[in-house]
């Protein structure tokens, strides 16, 4: 299995033969290092409809034929708005076997849209984590989310070994409750920072992040670089 980071929340990942990506936000993104034009997926995976998550979306899926799994107000989206209709609609709490492995969303406590051409958001679904079994291993990727205490529930039920939080602050949590998160509630075997450096807004140090952090393993990394199993 791999598995690297790319800025923002972008994660890449290669299991039982297929390439995946989640959140890909490329274009616009400096920290990212990816290239629209030469990237190979078979699946995009969506945790909400902001525009630095849904980023590149339309574009890598047209060039790859790759199937669009997010919320059911996404599908519609991206079947009604764009005509692309290789999509797999879910909800928070289903289950589903793919050739890559299993994708299971989870509740994020955000929220979820874009701006359309009159400049009015459009509501694509509630956000999600996405839980995920490749190859042997859970990777929780919590989406943008505040801190809430049923990730500890879902952590019991999916014991997590390689876990993605954002840590950015003012839009999702901070070192502080991400931290707490990953210390209480999840305590996965790696934790790697995300949503973060990207914008002013979510300027932080991820070293203050390992500092805080008394589970596991802290892994930093650079966009490009993948997780050490």
């Known amino acids: 299995m791999k598995l690297s980071f790319h800025g923002q929340s972008t994660v890449y990942f290669e299991a039982n033969g297929k390439k995946g990506i989640i ?3 490329i274009t616009g993104n400096e920290l990212s290092d990816l290239d629209v034009s030469n990237l190979e997926v078979d699946y995009i995976i969506l945790t909400h409809g902001h525009g630095d998550h849904f980023g590149d979306t339309v574009e890598i899926a047209q060039k790859n034929n790759a199937t669009v799994i997010g919320t059911a107000e996404l599908a519609d989206y991206l079947t009604t708005h764009v005509g692309y209709d290789n999509v797999r609609p879910m909800n928070i709490g289903g289950k589903v076997s793919f050739d890559f492995g299993t994708l299971k969303f989870v509740q994020a ?27 042997g291993k859970t990777i929780y990727h919590t989406g943008d989310t505040g801190l809430f205490s049923d990730m500890k529930l879902i952590a019991d039920r999916h014991p997590v070994d390689i876990c993605f939080v954002p840590i950015g602050d003012n839009f999702t949590m901070g070192i502080d409750d991400a931290s707490y998160a990953i210390n209480q509630f999840i305590k996965p075997q790696i934790s790697i920072p995300i949503h973060y450096d990207t914008f002013p807004y979510i300027e ?24 050490s199993l």
């Open 204 to 227: 932080q140090d991820p070293n203050d992040f390992k500092e805080a952090v008394s589970v596991g393993e802290v892994q930093i990394l650079k966009p490009g670089e993948e997780v």
């Open 109 to 135: 406590f955000h929220s979820s849209s874009l701006t359309d051409d009159n400049g009015i958001p459009v509501y694509l679904g509630m956000p999600m984590g996405a839980i995920l079994e490749l190859e």
């Open 23 to 25: 959140d890909p936000f």
